[in-house]
């Protein structure tokens, strides 16, 4: 039987939904990509149950065609920006009087560190372990089998407004799905697209969606600090729609097809006929204004983003750059101003090669392009937090080479 999972990421412009089976080298192999335009969601929460569901319900129902076991395998982003992080320590004493530490007393210590002041209405997303300690030394990436009499974590907690996470969840169970983990979307796009060695060095994950954008900063291999920032991609096309006033569909394309986000490199004289957008239209604005407002909603989002890193004390100090994904990375230009604005070395974000197999040929574009990160890092957190089950046949050859280890 294969492990299927389903990665769900539901947006407040598109819902994306990416299955995958995870082969004996570890690899995602994607069997099938949905994208739907999304409906009744607005910065990472539902506003509107029935909407939400309809169009999440139509998305399911295309995955039911390819794989009924996905259905029960999904695993969900959470990306509202009610969402919060904050480190946290526990400290216990080690179990046994041989000092060995074992996995209960690792268990132990990372539930002592999940013991903060949460209101009710506030549930934990993720305890991500920074670092152990062991009798004050410190740095300590996994402290199994060594010897002390004090173990100590620092985690960064992650929790979430239950009431945003349960009608997001109801919404998929509703449609026919099944949730079987809920990632916090800035991660699940980090996991995606940076390296080991980019998070080692320091970099910071910038993922521009429709309505919001995360960021997920990293260094020395840790995770230092995440957030959802309320301004997105889809902030500029309200703001094209308000200044040439036209519809919202229309300002879309216009973005997409004309945008451009340094208005300095875009000749003064050239002019857009919306007439070849939409033939309803008349009018005829300039490439350049076009540009003024793409870039004026982007260098907002590079200060949110460098008044996070300021508060770190990481701006325009971090050796690994900044990474760009999703939709908004779409953009021409993005990664110039960013790099001129955050004062950092800036790229495009793309799935890691190695990561991920490419199955029929329409699941070619979900591996070269960063709108797809989220999408893709939700199916590599599902496999972390659920593996493929082993198969009867290779737990036999495990076994067989056991005989054989001295």
Same mark, same amino acid.
């Given at each position: 039987m294969a492990h299927e999972i389903l990665g769900l990421d539901i947006g407040s412009g598109t819902i994306k939904a990416v299955i995958a089976e995870f082969n004996n080298d570890g690899r995602?192999?994607?069997?099938?990509?949905? *994208? =739907?335009?999304?409906?009744?969601?607005?910065?990472?929460s539902v506003v509107d149950m029935e909407s939400a569901a309809g169009q999440i +319900?139509?998305? #399911?129902?295309?995955?039911?065609?390819?794989?009924?076991?996905?259905?029960? +395998? $999904?695993?969900? +982003?959470?990306?509202?920006?009610?969402?919060?992080?904050?480190?946290? =320590?526990?400290?216990? @004493?080690?179990?046994?009087?041989?000092s060995e530490i074992y996995k209960d007393d690792i268990a132990r210590v990372i539930q002592a560190s999940e013991a903060v002041n949460l209101p009710s209405n506030r549930m934990i997303l993720h305890t991500i372990k920074k670092e152990f300690i062991v009798d004050g030394i410190g740095d300590i990436e996994d402290p199994l089998g060594m010897v002390?009499?004090?173990?100590?974590?620092?985690?960064?907690? $992650?929790? @979430? &407004?239950?009431?945003t996470v349960k009608n997001l969840m109801k919404c998929v169970e509703i449609a026919g799905g099944s949730i079987a983990g809920l990632i916090f979307s800035p991660l699940a796009s980090a996991q995606a697209?940076? *390296?080991k060695n980019q998070k080692e060095l320091g970099t910071v994950l910038i993922d521009i969606g429709y309505g919001t954008t995360g960021l997920a900063l990293y260094e020395e291999g840790?995770?230092?600090?995440?957030?959802? #920032?309320?301004?997105?991609?889809?902030? $500029? *096309? +309200?703001? #094209? %729609?308000?200044? #040439?006033?036209?519809?919202?569909e229309v300002a879309e394309k216009l973005k997409i097809s004309y945008g451009y986000a340094m208005a300095k490199d875009v000749p003064g004289k050239e002019s857009v006929d919306l007439k070849k957008i939409d033939v309803s239209m008349k009018g005829n604005p300039s490439r350049k204004f076009i540009s003024e407002v793409v870039e004026s909603r982007l260098s907002e989002i590079c200060e949110l983003v460098n008044n996070e890193l300021k508060s770190l004390g990481k701006q325009g100090r971090l050796p690994g750059g900044a990474v760009i994904v999703g939709g908004g990375a779409k953009l021409p230009g993005v990664a110039e101003l960013f790099?001129?604005?955050?004062?950092l070395a800036t790229n495009i974000g793309l799935p890691?090669?190695? %990561?991920?197999?490419?199955?029929?040929?329409? *699941?070619?574009? &979900?591996?070269?392009?960063?709108?797809? @990160?989220?999408v893709l890092g939700l199916i590599l957190w599902g496999n972390e937090l659920n593996p493929r089950p082993r198969r009867a046949k290779e737990l036999a050859i495990v076994k067989f080479i056991k005989n054989f280890l001295p």
């Open positions: 995602a192999v994607l069997k099938a990509g949905i *994208t =739907r335009p999304s409906k009744g969601i607005r910065k990472g +319900n139509l998305v #399911l129902q295309s995955v039911k065609d390819i794989s009924k076991g996905a259905l029960k +395998n $999904i695993y969900l +982003n959470v990306g509202g920006v009610d969402v919060k992080s904050q480190s946290s =320590r526990g400290i216990v @004493a080690v179990a046994r009087a041989t002390g009499a004090r173990l100590e974590v620092v985690s960064m907690i $992650i929790d @979430a &407004f239950q009431p697209v940076l *390296t840790k995770l230092l600090h995440t957030k959802i #920032l309320p301004v997105g991609a889809g902030h $500029i *096309t +309200n703001d #094209l %729609a308000i200044a #040439l006033k036209i519809p919202v790099k001129s604005e955050l004062r890691i090669p190695s %990561a991920f197999e490419s199955g029929p040929s329409s *699941t070619m574009e &979900f591996l070269e392009s960063s709108e797809y @990160a989220l």
